[in-house]
């Protein structure tokens, strides 16, 4: 399917690796040129030059805190009018929330729910003067089915939801639209390192932990950065200017909602 958003500018975060990247490499794809940031340099740089190499698409990179009001404003200077937007910041650690103190609070709060309302407040205007905007935020599972020891996820991405809930209706008469992208369970860096840590502490190998895992899963396997990507770009695309206001599950039928 031609997407019909060749030419179109992206701004997409965290996307040296992992669901960003992902969602960048599938973007590329269709002919959208992008601003990527991430902390990192050296991953970023690489990043960017396997995505021009494989698609042939501008890639610009900008290294930089996304959480950080430095951050943003070089990735705005970088892309300071996109069509496309995909929010997205790395969790917070999990734990008790009796040892969360109230900068705990702040640091989860700043990077995934304030950081990526201040992103959408830079850019929604020009979009909707353009009549054209498609806004993806990534946020996780744990918003439809909350993780224990993950509360700081659990409250940061919901508080984003809340907000998102409201302003998409507010922005879909102008063919702008907002969505909520939910990964479950992606074979990312993260997922590993929390299998490796998992198995390390039950004595169990890597290779049964990971088994183990999939288990629990009705598709029987992990998704991958790459089908991630896939969804995020139709959620970009001309033909998605119904779709909005959305949290959208991409996780292999794991958190069993009938709604």
């Avoid at 200077?77 to 999990?94: K, Q, T």
Wanted: overall charge positive; glycine content about 10%.
């Amino acid at each position: 399917m031609e997407l019909g958003i060749r030419g179109r500018t992206a701004l997409v975060c965290a996307a040296s690796k992992g669901l960003g990247k992902g969602c960048a490499m599938s973007l590329a794809r269709e002919g959208v040129e992008l601003v990527i940031i991430a902390r990192g340099r050296e991953s970023l740089e690489a990043t960017a030059e396997e995505i021009r190499k494989a698609t042939g698409t501008k890639v610009t990179a900008v290294a930089g805190d996304i959480t950080t009001p430095e951050g943003r404003a070089a990735a705005l200077a970088a892309c300071p009018s996109p069509d496309i937007l995909v929010n997205n910041a790395g969790g917070p650690p999990p734990g008790d929330f009796r040892e969360w103190t109230r900068e705990t609070w702040i640091q989860a709060l700043n990077a995934n729910m304030l950081t990526p309302i201040e992103l959408i407040k830079a850019v929604i205007d020009p979009m909707i003067e353009r009549k054209f905007g498609r806004i993806v935020n990534i946020t996780s599972s744990a918003v439809k089915m909350p993780i224990a020891e993950l509360g700081l996820s659990n409250g940061a991405r919901t508080g984003l939801t809340g907000f998102i809930a409201g302003l998409a209706r507010k922005t879909a008469m102008h063919n702008v639209t907002i969505n909520n992208l939910l990964p479950g369970a992606m074979w990312t860096d993260r997922l590993r390192a929390n299998i490796e840590f998992n198995a390390k502490k039950s004595g169990k190998s890597v290779e049964e932990a990971k088994r183990a895992r999939e288990a629990t899963i009705p598709a029987g396997r992990f998704g991958t950065p790459e089908e991630f990507g896939e969804y995020c770009a139709y959620l970009c695309s001309a033909q998605a200017g119904y779709l909005t206001a959305q949290n959208l599950l991409l996780d292999g039928g794991m958190v069993p909602t009938t709604f």
